[in-house]
């Protein structure tokens, strides 16, 4: 098979932009068969309840189930495959588990009020959601380490109750979800997946409680139902192909970074990896590193496809530039091997996740360095945050107006309420000022 050769861009070309704007444009555009698809689900199970989600879940997983009552999976059956886990693994989900709980505990949000001269008293009350349903692939995409990422935050939020939904092809269930699911405190689990599970969370059924928000990743019909029951229900986020931008000085082992992209490339063939560096001939030897360890690679055929379609090595000038690049690439996983990645890491304003130093590999981020691997793709870490506790908290504002507060506020509500002609509004406010002796 003949070299795969890197896309390159360089800062210096005068049609820069307008090629990265190439290079990260990603078709995310609903497909109408899929969408008018979900949207049959979704009101056949609004209809039809439990009904709808057994069919659904007999055609597509192949199961063979009679009564809702055989959905649900007892905590028993969780109990037993954490104990029933290698070693091995149980030590290492358990390590897991351990440094995701420890960082999320740090991101809970406390309630807080000050109050005025007057009396006055203002402030923020923070509530944990009633109820979080969350998605988990089943079959080959089965991953443990996103039932942690999850359930966790929504744990330590104090969430009354973690709904799981996870579908179970030919009946069958993977131990390591399962374990994980136990580990962090599943309260409630169902053997359903696709978007009759989205639409069964969003709306409930005669089994399955309806939630206040869905969280977690999925496929095509998944992330469409996530779409369409928004606004019934809150959702995290609509995620994009995994990516990865790792930006280096030349002075980190080119096969490392060569093995920090394909750590995404293998995601699937839309994911996308990227390599910055201020050193030409540095860019040279991770794709002589590329070529020689693609073969090793169990998942060689995806991985080549992502770097040859969506994958690019970009040359910069100097490590401000690169800075500059990540800013308007404001990727998912950014990996700053750099001598000072502190430095470098305060000109960055956009990245969902920032790994800084040679050693840190965006891989530990995926399991087991503690902060969520649920991150902002597709440019969107511009505006918004991984997932973390504060998804499963809501602020309520708290307002106490002392009969002084009353007397001067409702002064300044009146102008402003009847500039708007809102009438009732003003006399409102009046009625709390004081009338003068």
């Given amino acids: 098979m003949t070299d795969l050769k890197m896309t390159r861009l360089d800062v210096a070309d005068s049609n820069f932009a307008a090629d990265l704007k190439n290079l990260l444009a990603w078709d995310d555009s609903d497909n109408l068969d899929v969408h008018k698809r979900v949207l049959d689900i979704i009101a056949d199970v609004r209809s039809n309840g439990d009904k709808a989600v057994i069919n659904y879940t007999n055609q597509f997983d192949r199961c063979e189930i009679k009564n809702a009552s055989e959905l649900e999976l007892s905590k028993e059956t969780l109990k037993q495959a954490w104990e029933n886990l290698p070693e091995e693994q149980a030590q290492a989900l358990q390590i897991a588990a351990d440094r995701i709980f420890v960082y999320a505990e740090h991101q809970i949000m406390h309630s807080w009020q000050f109050k005025e001269a007057d009396g006055t008293t203002l402030g923020q009350k923070i ?94 019909y998944v992330a469409t139902a996530k779409k369409l029951v928004f606004g019934q229900v809150g959702i995290d986020m609509i995620a994009g192909p995994s990516e990865i931008l790792v930006i280096c000085d030349g002075q980190t082992n080119p096969d490392w970074i060569a093995m920090d992209l394909f750590s995404q490339a293998e995601h699937d063939e839309q994911a996308q990896a990227i390599l910055i560096s201020d050193d030409a001939d540095f860019l040279n030897a991770v794709e002589q590193s590329i070529n020689k360890l693609l073969p090793t690679m169990e998942r060689a055929d995806i991985i080549r496809t992502s770097l040859t379609d969506r994958g690019a090595f970009i040359k910069v000038a100097n490590l401000d530039e690169a800075a500059d690049v990540a800013n308007t690439i404001a990727p998912e996983h950014l990996e700053l091997s750099v001598a000072d990645p ?40 511009r505006y918004s945050s991984p997932l973390g506790v504060y998804d499963f908290q809501k602020r309520t504002s708290l307002i106490n ?37």
């Fill in 127 to 220: 509530t944990a959601l009633d109820k979080a349903g969350l998605y988990v692939p089943g079959g080959k995409a089965a991953y443990p380490s996103s039932v942690l990422m999850n359930a966790i935050p929504a744990k330590v939020a104090g969430v009354g109750e973690l709904i799981m939904v996870v579908p179970t092809p030919n009946g069958e269930t993977n131990p390591l979800v399962l374990a994980a699911a136990y580990l962090s405190g599943v309260d409630r689990i169902f053997a359903i997946g696709g978007a009759q599970a989205v639409a069964a969370l969003a709306y409930g059924t005669e089994t399955i409680p309806a939630v206040d928000k869905i969280v977690g990743p999925g496929n095509i």
């Fill in 342 to 381: 502190d430095d470098l890491c305060l000109k960055v304003r956009n990245a969902g996740a920032i790994f800084m130093g040679r050693y840190t590999a965006e891989a530990l981020g995926d399991y087991c360095a503690g902060p969520n691997h649920v991150l902002p793709t597709s440019s969107t870490a």
């Fill in 401 to 437: 107006c002392s009969e002084e507060g009353a007397h001067e506020l409702g002064k300044t509500a009146s102008i402003l309420a009847r500039g708007e002609s809102l009438t009732a509004h003003a006399r409102s406010a009046e009625y709390r000022i004081k009338t003068e002796d």
